[in-house]
């Protein structure tokens, strides 16, 4: 059984800085993409940033440049630098990663959620 657990979020006000982090634990082999996405109350789920395996990272336009996203390989961990924060990134922040487990199955699996509000 593979969990994802994350750690990190807050209030913090306009300007501010967080770090999101997620830990996976269990039956892991190997575990491809890491990816972080956010839902905002009356919003879909939206992508903010992923990193491959290999490191290359991808970041939605309006957190390119505020937003950093990184990985240990070793700890199976991917974290969420967030600096310069907006109201608008207030929402509920979920990492996601594709593993493949020790019986060699492949699967997404998503972290519990935290939540991020930033106060004007």
């Known amino acids: 059984q593979v969990q994802l657990v994350e750690s990190g979020g807050g209030l913090v006000q306009a300007g501010g800085s967080l770090r999101l982090s997620c830990a996976a634990s269990g039956s892991i082999f190997s575990i491809g993409a890491m990816k972080w996405y956010r839902q905002a109350p009356g919003k879909q789920r939206e992508l903010v940033a992923s990193i491959t395996s290999g490191g290359r990272t991808n970041y939605a336009d309006s957190v390119k440049v505020r937003f950093t996203i990184s990985r240990d390989n070793a700890k199976y961990t991917v974290s969420l630098q967030m600096n310069s924060l907006k109201p608008e990134d207030t929402a509920v922040y979920y990492c996601?990663?594709?593993?493949?487990?020790?019986?060699?199955?492949?699967?997404?699996?998503w972290g519990q959620g935290t939540q991020v509000t930033v106060s004007s």
């Open positions: 996601n990663m594709l593993i493949s487990s020790r019986t060699y199955t492949t699967n997404t699996y």
